[in-house]
């Protein structure tokens, strides 16, 4: 399965997660909202952490989401490489392989922009 196969296979999910706990899944976004639109970091450093931080959890949707965020963004793939290489110190051999993921899915997603 490709890799916008999976967001979009994840987002049909999550449409039907909203459906069936509509006020936590409401919450969940309201939280996300609040964190992207107040601070004074910039909407492409915080996808930056939130990816490091995906990669370092090892959850593969949330590093696709983010890593499609991110192209949105505006961000480079030599960004992305700085911010996987932190994931990688920060997880080691786990985040090698997730990372590796990270990367795969932006020149896919690149390739087919």
Not at 42 to 53: N, R, V, Y
Not at 59 to 73: D, G, Q, S, T
Request: hydrophobic letters at 40%; aromatic letters at 6%; one cysteine or more.
């Amino acid at each position: 399965m490709s890799y916008s196969e999976k967001i979009s296979s994840m987002k049909s999910e999550l449409r039907e997660l909203n459906k069936a706990i509509p006020d936590a899944t409401k919450g969940f976004g309201t939280l996300s909202k609040a964190v992207k639109d107040s601070g004074t970091l910039g909407t492409k450093e915080k996808e930056f952490i939130a990816l490091g931080m995906a990669v370092v959890m090892r959850c593969e949707p949330c590093i696709n989401f983010h890593v499609e965020a991110l192209m949105r963004a505006g961000a480079t793939r030599e960004e992305l490489g700085d911010v996987l290489a932190m994931g990688i110190q920060m997880s080691g051999g786990p985040g090698l392989m997730y990372a590796g993921h990270a990367l795969a899915c932006w020149d896919e997603l690149a390739e087919n922009a």
